[in-house]
């Protein structure tokens, strides 16, 4: 980081890891890219990708523990981490819902990926 530059905004999110919980996470990707500048289309995008990303870390249904959200605000764009601890004492990635969220978020981010477990994703999207 440059001198004199302050270090990027973080903002923590965390949620039981079950599907109703979902919603709060767009809400807050929303209201956070709204803040930061990005057009609709960019928002409607982050929303897209956040949403796939939580429904990827909930698996395996009805295993119980938490998805935090890490928004990370960058002078380029956002950056989200989303980390769940349900089932973490196995890797337990889907590899259907893991094509489904690749389909769907390759075209939503500008980089994202997917740890080998499917406990963490890491999404970016700069402003345009």
Known sequence: MPHGEAPPEQIRLALPAEPEYGRLARITTSSLALRLGFTFPE????RLAVDETVILLLRPEGVSGEITLTFTIESSGLVIDAMSTAGADQPWIDQGALG????????????????????????VKRHH
């Open 43 to 46: 928002i409607d995008d982050l």
């Open 100 to 123: 489904r969220f690749e389909a769907i978020v390759g075209d939503t981010v500008d980089a994202y990926e997917v740890d080998e477990s499917g406990h963490h994703v890491h999404l």
